[in-house]
């Protein structure tokens, strides 16, 4: 049966998912504190398994814990498309960053199987594992790891703040799946996100249509001084990590505030030392930060003064410095037909619609350089997000989930 043009989603269905996920791992009041591969986590995990299994999905997980509900399509040689984001939170999250997401893939498949069409391509809804990288770090590396970015054993041997390792985590609350974590041929990839921002909102539009991302240049970077006696031990004779790391921080910071009149950021995100004790001062120390500005020569600019401060940084505080780990993303990184079809979608159904640009990361990224993606934007209350605050009504997804419906089946009856 064809998916006649006037076929909607049913959104009462879809805040019943979002309610029902927002009782597992309560946070702070009104938010969720969902960290990956905890307990809350594999609860909120079985629970989605049994929804795409009750919709009729063949289910499988990867090796990093990926889970994938396939619904076949009426030729299953052709490669599929995909619907995915990520169930894990922050440790203060809301109750729609990546949640949002993942549960617009499963209601596309039950509207699906409501109107009783079958694409001619397999569509695949995907929750990705550790996107927020608030246990492990760095963020969206199980993505990272399903296109190539990163090797399998290195991700499973990732330690976290707490000691745990993440392949005996999977193990433990038994999602280290025996699907091997390589992408194979993928049609395409579609993300609907909430905007994180607070533009939608503040221009009342109900959906975004996101052309590409901010660039971003990441750096974590370690410090090595030495300890001593904060009393007697001269000004001059100091090698502290922990100071070192500070500047480190505060120098960045400051590069985000000499860009911010063109919208340039920088954030100072970590630090962490050792012993950070009273009366001994730490002889190791490790930092993150990141530079981010619309226009990447721009970045690049913010990056190399980053670069720069990190050794000014340590040099004044008698220690040495090591880049422990750069990583890069955004840009024009999405594909102009699949961004045409979701504009297209907009513009037919008659939602108040505009371009837009992704300020944050996004598991989006990873698949984009593997496939043609795009990504879906809808808004969330004043753009406050990564904070139990985090707030959206139903009406705020339903020009999203309904083109991103459409836009989906467009593209998996090619």
């Known amino acids: 049966m064809p998916l006649l043009p006037d076929t909607r989603v049913d959104l009462d269905r879809f805040w019943s998912t979002i309610e029902a996920s927002g009782a597992i791992g309560k946070g702070r009041p009104g938010g969720l504190s969902r960290l990956t591969l905890s307990d809350d986590d ?34 299953n040689d052709l490669p599929p498309i995909l619907i995915g984001s990520h169930l894990d939170t922050q440790i203060n999250g809301g109750r729609f960053d990546g949640i949002a997401g993942v549960l617009a893939g499963l209601e596309v498949i039950r509207s699906l199987n409501d109107a009783g069409h079958v694409t001619k391509r ?8 550790n996107e927020e990288g608030a246990r492990f770090s760095p963020p969206m590396v199980a993505s990272g790891c399903f296109i190539g970015k990163y090797d399998i054993d290195w991700v499973h041997d990732l330690v976290g703040d707490d000691g745990a390792r993440f392949g005996d985590e999977l193990e433990r609350i038994g999602y280290k799946g025996d699907r091997s974590c390589k992408a194979g041929e ?4 579609f993300e609907l996100h909430i905007e994180q921002g607070p533009i939608l909102d503040a221009e009342n539009r109900q959906v975004g249509v996101v052309t590409g991302g901010y660039p971003v240049r990441g750096m974590r970077a370690s410090f090595r001084g030495q300890t001593s006696h904060t009393g007697p031990t001269p000004m001059d004779l100091r090698k502290n990590a922990l100071a070192a790391g500070a500047r480190w921080l ?44 619309p226009d990447p ?40 037909e699949m961004i045409d079809g979701v504009r297209n979608e907009a513009i037919r159904m008659g939602f108040n619609w ?7 990361g996004h598991d989006a990224y990873f698949l984009a350089t593997h496939c043609p993606t795009a990504m879906i934007f809808t808004p969330c209350k004043n753009g406050i997000t990564h904070n139990n605050e985090e707030h959206c009504e139903p009406e705020d997804f339903l020009a999203g989930l309904n083109i991103l419906m459409h836009a989906v089946v467009n593209r998996a009856d090619r």
């Open 42 to 75: 594999r609860s909120m995990r079985d629970l989605f398994r049994r929804w795409c299994e009750e919709a009729g999905l063949a289910v499988e997980v990867d090796e990093a814990g990926n889970i994938f509900g396939r619904r076949d399509g009426s030729d």
């Open 122 to 129: 397999p569509i695949v809804v995907v929750d990705w594992t």
């Open 186 to 189: 993928i049609d395409a990839y």
């Open 250 to 293: 505060t120098a960045v910071d400051d590069i985000g505030w000499d860009f911010a009149v063109h919208d340039g950021k920088a954030t100072a995100a970590r630090l962490t030392a050792w012993p950070n004790k009273p009366g001994i001062l730490s002889d190791t120390a490790e930092a993150v930060c990141d530079v981010r500005h």
């Open 297 to 336: 020569i721009t970045t690049r600019a913010m990056a190399e003064k980053m670069r720069r401060a990190l050794f000014e940084s340590a040099a004044r505080c008698g220690c040495d410095a090591v880049i422990e780990d750069e990583w890069e993303w955004g840009g024009d990184i999405f594909d102009a």
């Open 354 to 360: 505009r371009d837009i640009q992704s300020q944050a």
